[in-house]
Antibody
Framework: QVRLVQSGAEVKKPGASVKVSCKAS????????MHWVRQAPGQRFEWLGW????????TYSRKFQDRVTITRDTYATTAYMELTSLTSEDTAVYYC??????????WGQGTLVTVSS | DIQMTQSPSTLSASVGDRVTITCRAS??????LAWCQQKPGQAPRLLIS???SLQDGVPSRFSGSGSGTEFTLTINSLQPDDFATYYC??????????FGQGTKVEIK
């Protein structure tokens, strides 16, 4: 069965960076794009970007394009999302999600990133 | 960018009720409209893609419809497991993926 397992919760200070991993299993990793989506407390979901896992090509949301980097390791079947210059507004649960028909068919369990001084 | 507005924000219903959630887009969207369900502390679960395509394993009491700027998720005969928050989500080549603000279905 498809599984996306993310790395654990992080606490960061303002100005720092965070890198979250997403280990995929149960399917051929390079056959689907991998997306990153976040949900801040009381806010709607926000899409950060995606990577074509076969080529490594990436597309980012205009809102985050200056601060986010999405990478993947095909041998480890793992995707990564790094967000820089963190502020308190980046406190959120970050999800990886497999791309499918203009949406996301499987999601990771989420990684809570807390930004606090 | 396209804005997605769901109504209502909260809905109180009883087991067995028929429930309809509406999602309105600020611009005409094509076929890339999906619905997902989220329960507290859990990741979202995809219910419907491409407006009306029910995902494998999703009960047939869920259905999606609509076109243009107005779309609906209908739950026929609400079950105890259906009390959750529902989100619509669209995709377009220009701005990427956008979500509605969510509709919480509560027990009446």
């Amino acid at each position: 069965q498809v599984r996306l397992v993310q790395s654990g919760a992080e606490v960061k200070k303002p100005g720092a960076s965070v890198k979250v991993s997403c280990k995929a299993s149960g399917y051929t990793f390079t056959e689907n794009a991998m997306h990153w989506v976040r949900q801040a407390p009381g806010q709607r979901f926000e899409w950060l970007g995606w990577t074509f896992t076969d080529t490594g090509y990436t597309t980012y949301s205009r809102k985050f394009q200056d601060r986010v980097t999405i990478t993947r390791d095909t041998y480890a079947t793992t995707a990564y999302m790094e967000l820089t210059s963190l502020t308190s507004e980046d406190t959120a649960v970050y999800y990886c999600a497999r791309g499918y028909e203009g949406t996301f068919d499987f999601w990771g369990q989420g990684t809570l990133v807390t930004v606090s001084s | 960018d396209i804005q997605m507005t769901q109504s209502p924000s909260t809905l109180s219903a009883s087991v067995g009720d028929r429930v309809t959630i509406t999602c309105r887009a600020s611009q005409t969207i094509t076929k890339w409209l999906a619905w997902c369900q989220q329960k507290p502390g859990q990741a979202p679960r995809l219910l419907i893609s491409k407006i009306s395509s029910l995902q494998d394993g999703v009960p047939s009491r869920f259905s999606g419809s609509g076109s243009g700027t107005e779309f609906t998720l209908t739950i026929n005969s609400l079950q105890p497991d259906d009390f959750a928050t529902y989100y619509c989500q669209e995709y377009n080549d220009y701005s990427g993926y956008t979500f509605g603000q969510g509709t919480k279905v509560e027990i009446k």
